[in-house]
């Protein structure tokens, strides 16, 4: 385990001391603590990364972003992880820590998210390869979000593949603003995704839910995969973490985008819920856990349709904490 992970962990036990008692949950008068025991609750055992990140220990942001340069590549062997299949037109090219799927179409391939600059060639170029699918039938990239650890491969998948590039409009115009974030240059202003938005390939359609918070066009999606035949709707999120400038209103925007996600997958009858990061949605140990699976037991990403709504609550939930601490007086 990193320093991180058993620090989070550690912070993650005094959390639940404080909050994981229901008769606190009666007696508190405070608003703060009532929303953080709601999300205590609705992450119950399967979304405890989400929670530990949103109301453990959010961060407090300035209200000017900077416009950083990426930073040295890491060791290999802290986001290398080998590609792998998961539904019988889904497979994971993701890192350790971030996720780009590959959804197969009778007409080629949809990929969401590219992981960062230093990482995308060997995880996504080199894992579909080694999944026996070609990298350049890739005919349409989404981008949840324009930043740099899911941003990092469209430029790549443009130039060397020709794929069609997705991401919101205010993502875009970010890009196109940014100074220093792309030393390796640019991907260029492609197909801009509104609500709604239907990216088609052969048999196959996303749905873009526009969810601005996470940054002003993040996009999240909705689509089908199917597990031996069987077809599962999957709900995926595009951006959870508070590292946008902490503000109400910027608040407001992010809990307003979690109630139009989660009622968004409840009619598109979502099962499954996904993320962007690994931490969030546990892709990497339920990856693990399909080696085991047996005949019939159900897909260890199948959550069911209740569990995918308590993800949006736990973002919600957390969001309404830290927004009424910005409205608390200075102590
Ligand atoms: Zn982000």
């Known amino acids: 385990m990193t320093n991180h992970a058993a620090n989070v962990g550690t912070a993650l036990a005094m959390f639940f001391q404080l909050y ?9 008068p405070d608003p703060i603590d009532a929303h953080l025991i709601a999300a205590r609750i609705a992450a119950g055992f399967d979304f405890t990364g989400t929670l530990a990140r949103l109301c453990v220990a959010p ?21 290398f992880i080998e590609p792998a299949k998961v539904f019988d037109n889904l497979y994971f090219v993701g890192s350790k820590i971030h996720s ?21 060639e060997e995880e996504i170029i080199g894992g579909l390869k080694k999944l026996g699918l070609d990298p350049a039938t890739v005919k349409y990239v989404i981008i949840s979000h324009a930043h740099s650890d899911h941003v990092g491969g469209a430029k790549m998948m443009q130039d060397r593949f020709g794929s069609r590039l997705v991401m919101g409009g205010p993502d875009w115009d970010s890009i196109e603003k940014s100074v220093n974030g792309y030393p390796q240059g640019k991907p ?12 088609t390939l052969g048999d196959t359609a996303v749905t873009i839910v526009t969810t ?21 709707n999957v709900a995926y999120s595009g951006g959870t973490a508070f ?9 407001d925007t992010y809990i307003k985008s979690q109630g139009k996600m989660a009622a968004a997958a409840a009619a598109a009858n979502a099962t499954i819920l996904m993320s962007n990061h690994t931490e969030f949605d546990n892709a990497v140990p339920k990856i693990r856990m399909m080696a085991s699976r047996k005949l019939g037991e159900p ?8 569990a995918v709504a308590r993800y949006f609550t736990v973002a919600a939930e957390c969001a309404q904490a830290a927004r009424l601490k910005l ?3 200075p102590k």
Do not use: C
Not at 188 to 199: L, N, P, S
């Open 243 to 251: 590292n946008f400038p902490s503000t109400v209103p910027n608040f």
């Open 327 to 329: 409205l608390q007086p």
């Open 299 to 306: 897909h260890p990403f199948e959550v069911g349709k209740e």
């Open 212 to 232: 601005p918070g996470h940054t002003p066009g993040t996009l999240s999606m909705l689509f089908t995969v199917k597990d031996n035949g069987k077809p599962l």
């Open 20 to 28: 994981g008692g229901s008769a606190f949950a009666q007696n508190t």
């Open 188 to 199: 260029k202003r492609d197909i801009v995704a509104d609500d709604g938005h239907k990216i």
């Open 59 to 79: 961060v407090a942001v300035p209200s000017t972003l900077q416009d950083l340069a990426p930073g040295p590549a890491p060791a290999r062997d802290t986001w």
């Open 100 to 120: 780009s799927w590959a959804l197969t179409t009778s007409g080629g391939i949809i990929l969401i998210d590219t992981l960062f600059t230093y990482n995308s």
